[in-house]
């Protein structure tokens, strides 16, 4: 086995290396435990841990509960057993969609659930968030379902491979001791759901923490459209497979924003791609030529926080903001002189109106290029999501405060998100 690294300056480029080296050299994803494919179901759980475990990044949406929290979940799982029961009713049509709903709307299906009406089963977890009006949920099932597993399990030597090319250790086996029961146990409940109301389509977000969902229906012939919910690069393992082999439990279509996600990793080889464009951007508005944001995400936001500061040190005239991911809290940050925090209304509003945005790896910095922003890419682990837009010219990979004011307009906005022609998709879809 050939090492990638021993673990003394581990980047996100060198950690996927090392994951695609075990994948192929152990032969993973041809690895079966009874219809399951354990591999595809752990391996960007591996991956989060392998980025947590290096210090690399944090946790990426931390989730944070009180056992009163834990209390009222269990509350809200019972109740749902009669208040959104999904088998209840008729559909033709299942639609699953993101967890995140800033001010309480969900972006990425909004569009979608809108044409299709009262055709769509919603099936939206309350386990993580708030789940939309009149949406069904089987968070009871989801929760049992992994609450129930042994401690550990046989790896095939995954941990011990990983160990040895990273210099870190991963807990394998008891991510499949959870994992691979519990996708069993949902599959074949999902299952008997798409049986009983004679789903045609499953529509899902975030198809890769959905794999029993997509199981199913694949167990059926039933078709699966994932849609675009964030930034997907070669080093996004949730899609990024060299080489594009066959994977287990993948959706058969994904619909992107713009024609850059389409081609920007290998994505497994039963999966096709198509452009529906993004109908959520907000237009661009007059430019405040001093105005400065500063994208944070969980796994690099304190990182992220010096180099605000060094900019704003650099550029004393100009107005930095430093706006929290949703999954942030603004208690974990102290913020330094001549720093503005945000927290409140729309990141893409905000946006809108700057001149400049600085990020590494968030989908929010695409979204900026699309709305006129001068882009910098911080240079801190995760900045290699964004090497195809920098070396277009696209963004800039900022060392320096000083190269702030050089950051570049992206020329191409529409290639990240072009105009919404979802509704003309679905008329196609139906006259077929």
Same mark, same amino acid.
């Given at each position: 086995?050939?090492?990638?690294?021993?673990?003394?300056?581990?980047?996100?480029?060198?950690?996927?290396?090392?994951?695609?080296?075990?994948?192929?050299?152990?032969?993973?994803?041809?690895?079966? &435990?009874?219809?399951?494919?354990?591999?595809?179901?752990?391996?960007?759980?591996?991956?989060?841990?392998?980025?947590?475990?290096? $210090?690399?990044?944090?946790?990426?949406?931390?989730?944070?509960?009180?056992?009163?929290?834990?209390?009222?979940?269990?509350? =809200?799982?019972?109740?749902?057993?009669?208040?959104?029961?999904?088998?209840?009713?008729?559909?033709?049509?299942?639609?699953?969609?993101?967890? =995140?709903?800033?001010?309480?709307?969900?972006?990425?299906?909004?569009?979608?659930?809108?044409?299709?009406?009262?055709?769509?089963?919603?099936?939206?977890?309350? &386990?993580?968030?708030?789940?939309?009006?009149?949406?069904?949920?089987?968070?009871?099932?989801?929760?049992?379902?992994?609450?129930?597993?042994?401690?550990?399990?046989?790896?095939?030597?995954?941990?011990?491979?990983?160990?040895?090319?990273?210099?870190?250790?991963?807990?394998?086996?008891?991510?499949?001791?959870?994992?691979?029961?519990?996708?069993?146990?949902?599959?074949?409940?999902?299952?008997?759901?798409?049986?009983?109301?004679?789903?045609?389509?499953?529509?899902?977000?975030?198809?890769?923490?959905?794999?029993?969902?997509?199981?199913?229906?694949?167990?059926?012939? &039933? =078709?699966?459209?994932?849609?675009?919910?964030?930034?997907?690069?070669?080093?996004?393992?949730?899609?990024?497979?060299?080489?594009?082999?066959?994977?287990?439990?993948?959706?058969?279509?994904?619909?992107?924003?713009?024609?850059?996600?389409?081609?920007?990793?290998?994505?497994?080889?039963?999966?096709?791609?198509?452009?529906?464009?993004?109908?959520?951007?907000?237009?661009?508005?007059?430019?405040?030529?001093?105005?400065?944001?500063?994208?944070?995400?969980?796994?690099?936001?304190?990182?992220?926080?010096?180099?605000?500061?060094?900019?704003?040190?650099?550029?004393?005239?100009?107005?930095?903001?430093?706006?929290?991911?949703?999954?942030?809290?603004?208690?974990?940050?102290? &913020?330094?002189?001549?720093?503005?925090?945000?927290?409140?209304?729309?990141?893409?509003?905000?946006?809108?109106?700057?001149?400049?945005?600085? $990020?590494?790896?968030?989908?929010?910095?695409?979204?900026?290029?699309?709305?006129?922003?001068?882009?910098?890419?911080?240079?801190?682990?995760?900045?290699?999501?964004?090497?195809?837009?920098?070396?277009?010219?696209?963004?800039?990979?900022?060392?320096?405060?000083?190269?702030?004011?050089?950051?570049?307009?992206?020329?191409?906005?529409?290639?990240?998100?072009?105009?919404?022609?979802?509704?003309?998709?679905?008329?196609?879809?139906?006259?077929?």
């Amino acid at each position: 086995m050939t090492s990638t690294g021993n673990g003394t300056d581990p980047t996100v480029a060198g950690l996927c290396r090392a994951i695609w080296q075990v994948e192929q050299e152990l032969s993973l994803l041809d690895w079966r &435990i009874g219809d399951a494919s354990p591999w595809a179901l752990i391996r960007m759980r591996i991956f989060h841990e392998l980025t947590r475990r290096t $210090g690399i990044h944090g946790a990426s949406h931390p989730v944070r509960r009180t056992p009163y929290d834990k209390a009222r979940l269990v509350g =809200r799982h019972v109740t749902g057993l009669v208040t959104r029961n999904p088998f209840l009713h008729q559909y033709d049509a299942l639609v699953v969609p993101h967890p =995140r709903k800033p001010g309480g709307v969900e972006i990425y299906t909004d569009e979608l659930r809108e044409a299709l009406g009262s055709r769509a089963l919603i099936l939206d977890s309350g &386990i993580n968030g708030t789940p939309l009006p009149g949406s069904r949920n089987l968070d009871f099932f989801t929760s049992a379902a992994g609450a129930v597993h042994k401690g550990t399990a046989p790896d095939r030597g995954i941990a011990e491979a990983l160990r040895k090319l990273t210099g870190v250790s991963v807990p394998v086996g008891p991510l499949l001791a959870r994992e691979v029961p519990k996708h069993t146990r949902l599959r074949a409940l999902y299952r008997t759901l798409l049986k009983r109301h004679g789903i045609k389509t499953v529509y899902v977000v975030v198809a890769y923490f959905h794999q029993h969902i997509v199981g199913a229906a694949r167990d059926l012939g &039933i =078709r699966v459209v994932e849609l675009q919910h964030g930034a997907i690069s070669q080093f996004h393992l949730g899609y990024s497979y060299p080489g594009r082999p066959d994977v287990a439990h993948q959706p058969d279509e994904l619909w992107c924003f713009g024609s850059y996600w389409t081609d920007v990793a290998d994505l497994p080889a039963g999966t096709s791609t198509s452009v529906i464009g993004a109908p959520y951007l907000p237009r661009a508005t007059e430019k405040d030529p001093r105005r400065v944001v500063f994208l944070s995400q969980g796994t690099i936001g304190a990182e992220l926080l010096h180099v605000a500061e060094a900019v704003a040190k650099e550029h004393p005239t100009l107005d930095v903001v430093f706006r929290l991911h949703p999954s942030e809290r603004a208690a974990d940050y102290t &913020i330094p002189a001549g720093i503005e925090l945000s927290t409140d209304g729309s990141t893409l509003d905000l946006l809108a109106g700057a001149t400049y945005q600085v $990020g590494v790896s968030t989908t929010a910095l695409f979204e900026g290029m699309a709305l006129g922003c001068r882009t910098a890419v911080a240079n801190l682990p995760g900045h290699e999501y964004l090497e195809r837009s920098i070396a277009s010219g696209h963004a800039l990979l900022m060392t320096k405060p000083d190269q702030l004011t050089d950051a570049p307009l992206c020329a191409t906005p529409e290639a990240y998100y072009a105009p919404s022609t979802l509704p003309l998709r679905l008329a196609a879809d139906q006259a077929e």
